[in-house]
């Protein structure tokens, strides 16, 4: 027994270096690189250097009852910013907080629909105005960008993944599943379920209720509901009649986004995880695979320099992220700041 058990001895200390050596290489070869070295570690970070900085004291958190829900880019000294406009929606106790962690008070002033942007105003002084880059023909497919996460603590760093581009936009829904088996000789299309977040379910619609007209056309096919439906945007509200038993019931029912609705059924875009609920209809993008929250819409875009190329407007999927071109965050900024002035 001594024997075997010297001869064990033996062969464990032979084999030691052995597993040392392959323990070594798995580390150099099969594992992850350490947490500091990755995309958004620590090490690259450092590597943008200023670009970091400047994307922290440019950005604003926006709060709802203490919880953050977007980014904001503080554009002068007078304490005007801009934001995604779509996620203050139906938001009231609203405030910010500043690059140094303190929370502020924030109104907002007004809002464009065609870019969804928001301008608003925080006490003069705030943060660090942005400085814009004026020249984007060098912001191509390939291009190193940062922008701060959903909270403005963290640089989070990608690359420009696409070309510069309009995004067509979607029309609003009612937020229903209507009768597949409709009836063309026949007033109406009954609703056969509502999708989640649906409008026209929280406005009191059925299920069984026929609609039998929008706005002043006469309802008798899917179809027609569809084209009356797509002349409007998210947000906007549309007139409905439906018939209820023998009762017709007149409806004013304000459009969801489809992304609100629908995306909660697309396993596709469940497996994407929470985009923005307006991700579409935007008339320039440039395009990037930041790993941003919809909560981190409305911040910078640097490039390493430090200069904003851009303002985040929509995450869009998984891996894509769209940002508003400078040249036209600062004309929709000045267009608006212009109203707010003329209207004291």
């Known amino acids: 027994m001594r024997m075997k058990r010297l001869i064990k001895m033996k062969v464990a200390a032979l084999l030691l270096p052995l597993l040392v050596v392959s323990e070594a290489s798995a580390q150099d070869f099969l594992d992850e690189l350490p947490s500091s070295r990755r995309l958004n570690g620590k090490s690259t970070v450092l590597a943008f250097g200023e670009a970091g900085t400047s994307a922290k004291d ?75 880059a004026d020249d984007l023909n060098n912001v191509q497919q390939g291009t190193w960008v940062g922008s701060m996460n959903h909270e403005a603590e963290t640089l989070m760093i990608g690359v420009i993944s696409a070309k510069r581009r309009s995004i067509e936009g979607r029309s609003g829904v009612l937020g229903v599943l209507l009768d597949p088996n409709d009836d063309p000789n026949e007033m109406g299309v009954a609703i056969m379920q ?66 609100n609705v629908f995306d909660m059924l697309d396993r596709n875009q469940r497996m994407s995880g929470l985009t923005s609920k307006r991700k579409a209809g935007f008339s320039d993008v440039l395009q ?57």
């Open 58 to 132: 440019s950005t604003l958190t926006v709060l709802n009852n203490g919880k953050a829900i977007a980014l904001a880019t503080v554009l002068d000294p007078e304490g005007y910013v801009v934001t995604k406009a779509s996620e203050l929606e139906r938001m009231e106790d609203l405030s910010a907080l500043s690059s140094t962690g303190d929370e502020i008070n924030i109104t907002l002033i007004s809002s464009d629909q065609k870019t969804d942007l928001a301008l608003m105003k925080v006490d003069p002084g705030t943060g660090t105005p942005v400085r814009w």
């Open 194 to 259: 509502f999708g989640p977040n649906s409008p026209a379910q929280k406005e009191g619609m059925r299920e069984g209720d026929l609609v039998i007209r929008v706005e002043d056309k006469e309802i008798k096919s899917r179809k027609d509901i569809s084209e009356e439906i797509k002349k409007f945007a998210p947000t906007e509200e549309v007139r409905l009649k439906i018939l209820r038993g023998e009762e017709g019931i007149p409806f004013k029912v304000t459009l969801n986004y489809m992304s």
């Open 288 to 344: 990037h695979e930041i790993p941003l929250s919809p909560m981190a819409m409305g911040g910078p875009l640097m490039d390493l320099k430090g200069l904003a190329i851009g303002v985040n407007i929509a995450r869009s999927d998984r891996v894509t992220t769209f940002a508003l071109p400078s040249s036209l965050v600062k004309e929709i900024a000045d267009k608006l700041k212009s109203q707010n002035l003329g209207n004291h």
